[in-house]
Nanobody, 113 residues
Framework: QVQLVASGGGLKQPGGSLSVSCAAS????????MYWVRQAPGKGLEWVST???????NYADSVKGRFTVSRDNAKNTVTLQMNSLKPEDTALYYC???????WGQGTQVTVSS
């Protein structure tokens, strides 16, 4: 069955860096667009980034220039590298295939001094 397993979250100080990854299985990963979506405490879902099957990318204005998404189609993984973290980046980060309706379980990122 389809699985998206996120990992790599944690606690970082403002200005720090963190990488979160998502391992996919159960579908033809290389041909699917993948997304990162986050949910801050008490708020709704916020789209963060998209990486297309050919690896072109888009980012929300709130993370542009700080976050970088990449994919490894040989390993069926997608990674979000987060730099210059801010307290407002604190959220549960989900990887997803929005087109197919697949969601991972989320990984918590907390940015606090």
């Amino acid at each position: 069955q389809v699985q998206l397993v996120a990992s790599g979250g944690g606690l970082k100080q403002p200005g720090g860096s963190l990488s979160v990854s998502c391992a996919a299985s159960g579908f033809t990963f290389s041909s699917h667009w993948m997304y990162w979506v986050r949910q801050a405490p008490g708020k709704g879902l916020e789209w963060v980034s998209t990486i297309r099957s050919a690896a072109s990318t888009n980012y929300a204005d709130s993370v542009k220039g700080r976050f970088t998404v990449s994919r490894d189609n040989a390993k069926n993984t997608v990674t979000l590298q987060m730099n210059s973290l801010k307290p407002e980046d604190t959220a549960l980060y989900y990887c997803a295939d929005l087109g197919a309706g697949y969601w991972g379980q989320g990984t918590q990122v907390t940015v606090s001094s």
